[in-house]
């Protein structure tokens, strides 16, 4: 049950009265401070506190009201241990099967007394049961006609008693949302549904985070132009689920620095076979591009790129899933910092094709994997001339036969003459393959300074340390450490 917040004695005297020295005469600093400071200091509380604070005296009764942030989440009422206030103004009983009404008509009360004339945050977490979409709807109307900032909102599927055919199990967006000026910060993640206006005004929007979202069917092209309108936009996270009606996840941005996207779903047939995604986006520094579905893609105009995060996996077991891996790969050849997860290091190996494309600007490369399928590193390392760290971490191993494992290539790889200086090995295990490496990368590295060895802890024993100490190294100023 939500309900204001009964202070222990001891908590509020606290709050209340501060004891001057060995002056028995109690002084309220805190509620002698200016109105504007004693709400600025409530803001950074959770609603539920603010308005817990209403009980403490006369003056207090009608502050939490002026505080212009709201911060609701349901946690905090599931996990209240206060006892029951049975003259609480805000909620009703406290039956354990009506806890989620009386969350909803609380968040609903504080609107209704709510008297700030603007709000810098609405925030609503709500992932333990559904709520009324027509509330949905009404907050957020309530929070942009007044000039919210931040609209941050994690909400569970409607509740079924609310859903109609006309709304389904979705949250309608206002059309308001994408004319509001004052928006700077806005996440949403639950069963909401674009319907996006061909007029799109969002001059202050800076981060968007859009979570398992849908959209209307039909709305690839009004995607592209709300992404592409929010002329500020920064940083963009999208995390598609199977069924959210979008084919062509077009981004094209002038300002953007940060993405994210993360297109997995363990119900692949539900992904149209013509699944696409673009990329133009000229001022890009950091990618993150997690993907399983987008099975054409173009990625364009990426001459910023800095840090590049892949965990692309092969959509099936065919040589054409593996080989779109490599051609996905190859797309961010302009990163300085290149990031690949297991599943993409997994694909690379079973790939027919492999990487040639030059990765000239390519300074830090790290790869996790298994113990072994490392048949992609040389052409790798070969398409990286100024590669100077590379950094290997065991994600798993196989307990059969290896496959797939690194081989010494004919030809020294130019890296190791003029630029390589740093290698890291994570979970080195002293295989055949993993030994070979090393002594391979100390024959040949010219200007290695360094080797970190991060040995399994079942693999550890002095005599493997000295065998690696042996190796011949043809830099006299690299140095091995082992961990
Ligand atoms: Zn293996």
């Known amino acids: 049950m939500e309900r204001s917040i009964e202070p222990r004695a001891s908590s509020s005297e606290k709050l209340q009265k501060c004891s001057h020295g060995n002056d028995a005469s109690p002084v309220d600093r805190i509620s002698n401070l200016p109105e504007p400071i004693i709400c600025h200091i409530l803001s950074f509380l959770p609603t539920k506190f603010a308005v817990g604070t209403s009980i403490l005296s006369k003056s207090w009764q009608f502050l939490w009201a002026k505080v212009n942030t709201l911060d609701f989440n349901d946690e905090l009422l599931l996990n209240s241990d206060e006892e029951e206030d049975e003259d609480d103004e805000f909620a009703g009983?406290?039956?354990?099967?009506?806890?989620?009404?009386?969350?909803?008509?609380?968040?609903?009360?504080?609107?209704?007394?709510?008297?700030?004339?603007?709000?810098?945050?609405?925030?609503?977490?709500?992932?333990?049961?559904?709520?009324?979409?027509?509330?949905?709807?009404?907050?957020?109307?309530?929070?942009?006609?007044?000039?919210?900032?931040?609209?941050?909102?994690?909400?569970?599927?409607?509740?079924?008693?609310?859903?109609?055919?006309?709304i389904g199990f979705v949250y309608h967006l206002p059309g308001t949302l994408f004319t509001c000026k004052t928006l700077e910060f806005l996440s949403l993640e639950g069963p909401f549904l674009f319907k996006i206006p061909a007029?799109?005004?969002?001059?202050?929007?800076?981060?968007?985070?859009?979570?398992?979202?849908?959209?209307?069917?039909?709305?690839?092209?009004s995607f592209c132009n709300f992404i592409s309108s929010c002329l500020v936009l920064d940083s963009l996270s999208i995390t598609r689920s199977s069924g959210d009606n979008l084919i062509v996840c077009a981004?094209?941005?002038?300002?953007?620095?940060?993405?994210?996207?993360?297109?997995?779903?363990?119900?692949?047939?539900?992904?149209?076979?013509?699944?696409?995604?673009?990329?133009?986006?000229?001022?890009?520094?950091?990618?993150?591009?997690?993907?399983?579905?987008?099975?054409?893609?173009?990625?364009?105009?990426?001459?910023?790129?800095?840090?590049?995060?892949?965990?692309?996996?092969?959509?099936?077991?065919?040589?054409?899933?593996?080989n779109l891996v490599v051609k996905q790969v190859e797309a961010v050849n302009c990163a300085k910092s290149l990031e690949l997860t297991r599943w993409t290091s997994i694909a690379l190996a079973c790939a027919t094709t492999s990487v040639s494309t030059r990765f000239e600007n390519l300074t830090e490369l790290c790869i996790t994997c298994r113990c072994c399928g490392w048949s992609f590193l040389n052409d790798l390392m070969d398409c990286a001339k100024k590669l100077e760290v590379l950094r290997i971490t065991i994600g798993s191993s196989c307990k059969r036969k290896h496959k797939r494992c690194w081989r010494k290539p004919t030809d020294v790889l130019e890296c190791l003459l003029h630029s390589l200086v740093q290698v890291s090995f994570t979970g080195f295990e002293g295989l055949k393959h993993e030994l070979e490496l090393i002594r391979y990368i100390l024959k040949h590295g010219s200007v290695m300074k360094r080797v970190n060895l991060d040995i399994e802890a079942a693999s550890r024993d002095s005599l493997l340390q000295e065998k690696i100490s042996m190796f011949p190294r043809i830099s006299h100023s690299c140095r091995i450490k082992f961990s």
């Open 251 to 322: 981004i094209s941005s002038r300002s953007l620095r940060f993405l994210q996207l993360h297109f997995y779903s363990a119900f692949l047939s539900h992904w149209s076979e013509t699944e696409r995604l673009t990329i133009d986006a000229p001022a890009l520094e950091h990618l993150i591009w997690r993907d399983e579905v987008s099975r054409i893609f173009s990625l364009q105009g990426l001459s910023s790129l800095s840090k590049v995060q892949l965990g692309l996996h092969a959509l099936k077991c065919y040589s054409d899933c593996y």
């Open 199 to 221: 007029m799109v005004c969002l001059p202050k929007l800076a981060v968007l985070q859009l979570i398992k979202v849908s959209y209307e069917i039909g709305s690839d092209e």
């Open 93 to 166: 009983g406290g039956d354990g099967d009506g806890e989620n009404k009386n969350f909803e008509e609380f968040v609903n009360s504080v609107f209704i007394r709510h008297k700030s004339v603007t709000l810098e945050k609405f925030r609503l977490r709500w992932r333990r049961g559904g709520c009324h979409a027509g509330y949905i709807n009404t907050w957020f109307r309530d929070a942009i006609a007044r000039n919210v900032k931040v609209i941050d909102l994690n909400v569970d599927y409607p509740d079924s008693a609310y859903v109609t055919q006309d």
